[in-house]
């Protein structure tokens, strides 16, 4: 197995908002069957950001990411903030994160933002893997944070009793190990782009012309027709994915994968009947935290060792657009 | 020079809205004397997406850039959205961009969005650069589409006669030339960061609890501050910038800024007082089109040859973050 560019995880830290919403609350407000969404939804509970903002869970999760990693927000050469959710639209989700840490008011590190919605922490793990191999950087921070209960509509109860909060962070370093990233594969099938959506606040319903209304302002997903494209698409992306590898998906020795639903994880198990063991699935008590998701279950596998130095590690998601994002790494905490 | 990472501007286009709307038309609107917005602002008029979405310019500015390069869509390889504004919080602006593509639809090009608000055009060319050095890109495209007219206060007149729309597109690909990256940096001034900002619309206030205000929902500028800020961070960037390359400021044949002012202009021209005539200052009839407020006026100096094959290019910015870019370039279509 080639590494085609080498870093470590040098710390990972990540934070849980301190409300938790059990799925029998909102069976009881939505009126629904006790037991019923957990059976068709896949979650038992999840965290909720009812006193946390964004930034401030990204703080908390970069903080305990630092600490793991024994150096100090000034040791951090670039910031970049890779979520989907945000506290303002201008500025950037990274620099209010910085302006967070007031010991890094005079730092000058740069902060940026990558969106691929779900996906966002495989793509801004691939863009930290190039900064590194530029030579100009040391340590990497990557941190996502999500709230998603004011973009949920209680009248759309398969995602109303879906979504999570939560956020994770790592620090991505230069090292002399043999780990880092052995592939990355990142493609958008566009048909798919509107069956995921939020259809106000931008320009094209803004605010401004279109006064709130859950339907209006919340996520908005089509899920059959999006489980029929993942149904083609994934396959396809796997293969490709895995061709021109010496490994198979059956011999990684851990797969991440975004903790989009039940039945998305489902056919991941699926496609990996061999060895269904090593697939982290934490969506009973997160349910899906959009582009955290994947952050967070990560941070719990390196946390609780599930996934150990030298073990190979297979991030996989899918995401509004529609974009599948795989990245397949060698893990070093070194 | 040496040339880090090497790429060529294969195409270029831009898109500007067929509304123009001039500041005598603005003065009457705010009871201001005649004259009075280009005296003290800068512009005279700006093109306004009256009947455009983000979305469609960045499609035209797109289509242009590809017959500039005389390739069609089928033969990009990722499309990178570099903007603030949006049509839409979900999905990404890249992915939008290429769904409206008919032709692309069974195309699986991936579509990221890169962030840093009016310096977003510069990262993207960063990352582009990194991508294509990786060797798995041909072609690489950047879109930035910028439609800010529902996010002005018509009560703030500095900021409500400083912006326009806009969209501009390039392509960035593999060459055997001797073209490319010389130096990219970006640094991120937190003591700024909220000196910039949209306040609703966000998770921090949230359309759902916070009804629609022009205050509340438009860009909020403390100019002054940020002035002072500038004129301190702006000649350490540009120092620490070239202090390792051969080359000075003066030395640059084009010079190409964000339009963000008209003071912030003269800044920089003060900065390179001994060759004045070599920048790009669009500001009078375009305004500040944030994000693309850079590669429009790049794209210009394509167009009407005053960027030459072989010459050096220097893109700068400042943006809400508080962020100042810049990137040094080879110019070269081949």
Known sequence: MKIQRAFSIKGAGKYLPKTVITSSKIESELNLPEGYIFKRIGVKSRHSAKEESNTFMAKQALNNALKDANISIKDIDCLIGASATFDYIIPNRSSLIKNAFEEALDLDF??????????SFISALDYASLLLSSGDYQHIAIVSSESSSNGLNPNDSETYSLFGDGAAAVIISRTNQKSGLIQYKSKTYSEAAKYTIIEGGGNMNHTKNTPYDPAMYSFKMQGKKLLKNVKTTLPKFLSQFFKPLTVSLQDVNLIVPHQASKLGIRMLIGLNKNNSANIVDQLE??????????????????????????????????????????????????
Do not use: R
């Not at 740069?110 to 996906?119: G, L, S």
């Open 285 to 334: 008590n997160h349910g899906n935290c959009i582009a955290a998701s994947i952050p967070i279950a990560l941070v719990s596998s390196i946390e609780n060792k599930t996934l150990k130095e030298g073990d190979t590690c297979f991030l996989l998601g899918t995401a509004a657009g529609m974009t599948i994002g795989g990245l397949l790494f060698k893990y070093s905490k070194l």
């Open 110 to 119: 740069p902060c940026i933002d990558i969106n691929t919605v779900c996906t």
